[in-house]
Nanobody, 124 residues
Framework: QVQLVESGGGLVQAGGSLRLSCAAS????????MSWFRQAPGKEREIVAT????????YYADSVKGRFTISRDNAKNTVYLQMNNLKPEDTAIYYC?????????????????WGQGTQVTVSS
């Protein structure tokens, strides 16, 4: 059974940093896409960043470019999201998601596996 377990969320002041981790178990995603999504209260879930396990290409939402960095550790089957210069509008539940697709996917429905989510709160 595939499991994605996130960790690293918390409360931080604006301008601060957090690092989220997502450990995958149950299968390897050696040629697939892994992404971080987030969902703020009253808003739809949106994609934040994607990393392709094979080759390591990365993609970012415009709202986080230059501030967030997604990376992966193939040996640990783990994906990270380094978040710097956090803003109050980054406050949301952050979800790790894995797709069996071997090309980039951006829609929520394209991801078969999801973590339980981790809360990130940025105070002003």
């Amino acid at each position: 059974q595939v499991q994605l377990v996130e960790s690293g969320g918390g409360l931080v002041q604006a301008g601060g940093s957090l690092r989220l981790s997502c450990a995958a178990s149950g299968r390897t995603f050696s040629r697939n896409a892994m992404s971080w999504f987030r969902q703020a209260p009253g808003k739809e879930r949106e994609i934040v960043a994607t990393v392709m396990w094979y080759g390591g290409s990365t993609y970012y939402a415009d709202s986080v470019k230059g501030r967030f960095t997604i990376s992966r550790d193939n040996a640990k089957n783990t994906v990270y999201l380094q978040m710097n210069n956090l803003k109050p509008e980054d406050t949301a539940i952050y979800y790790c998601a894995a797709s069996t697709a071997t090309v980039r996917r951006v829609a929520v429905g394209d991801y078969e596996y999801w973590g339980q989510g981790t809360q990130v709160t940025v105070s002003s």
